[in-house]
T-cell receptor
Framework: RKEVEQDPGPFNVPEGATVAFNCTYS??????FFWYRQDCRKEPKLLMS???SGNEDGRFTAQLNRASQYISLLIRDSKLSDSATYLC????????????FGKGTRLSVIA | GAGVSQTPSNKVTEKGKYVELRCDPI?????LYWYRQSLGQGPEFLIY????????DSGLPNDRFFAVRPEGSVSTLKIQRTERGDSAVYLC??????????FGPGTRLTVL
């Protein structure tokens, strides 16, 4: 089983749609959780950290369920500029540690 | 301020050759990470430095891969006897303590 598994995608949605990405992770020792965004031929950039209480940043909402080892990202009112690959990421172990990435889910927002 | 920089941006080499990839982290960042990203995959961890020492090199695929960070700043990833399967984008990231990792633009390595 891969350490981080994501929806395979791609997701093609119209502007204004709400889209949800799901992710599961296998290492119960992971302490930090993130969603990164990666544009084509660019480096990954942190979109948001994910906390147990859930957190929201504008149109983006992230949720974490430690018991189920499940992470989600919800994007409301999709914009064309949201088109990118979204990477689910956990840390390898506690503290200052390397990151373990999912394969990524590609989102295309269509006018 | 300046972000993480990597050189070269692209490297084309022949099978069997030696290559060096350089990473300049954000000034003051103590932790430096190397990852490798193949087409259609997420980045995969290679090695992590805390200061000058390699804190975790468990991701290096074999002994052809080696990395150094002699002064705790710039790092060089070295690949000996390159193989076609080494072709990928090599990403470097740095962080201050356990804070967010910031990635450089990567070096696209092509082994012919």
């Amino acid at each position: 089983r891969k350490e981080v598994e994501q929806d395979p995608g791609p997701f093609n949605v119209p502007e204004g749609a709400t889209v949800a990405f799901n992710c599961t992770y296998s290492n119960s020792a992971s302490q930090s959780f993130f969603w990164y965004r990666q544009d084509c031929r660019k480096e990954p950039k942190l979109l948001m950290s994910v906390y147990s209480s859930g957190n929201e940043d504008g149109r983006f909402t992230a949720q974490l369920n430690r018991a189920s080892q499940y992470i989600s990202l919800l994007i409301r009112d999709s914009k064309l500029s949201d088109s990118a690959t979204y990477l689910c990421v956990v840390n390898k172990y506690s503290g200052n540690t390397p990151l373990v990435f999912g394969k990524g889910t590609r989102l295309s927002v269509i006018a | 301020g300046a972000g993480v920089s990597q050189t070269p941006s692209n490297k084309v080499t022949e099978k069997g050759k030696y290559v060096e990839l350089r990473c300049d982290p954000i000034s003051g960042h103590t932790a430096l990470y190397w990852y490798r990203q193949s087409l259609g995959q997420g980045p995969e961890f290679l090695i992590y430095f805390q200061g000058t020492g390699a804190a975790d090199d468990s991701g290096l695929p074999n002994d052809r891969f080696f990395a150094v960070r002699p002064e705790g700043s710039v790092s060089t990833l070295k690949i000996q006897r390159t193989e076609r399967g080494d072709s990928a984008v090599y990403l470097c990231a740095s962080s201050l303590g356990s804070d967010t990792q910031y990635f450089g633009p990567g070096t696209r390595l092509t082994v012919l």
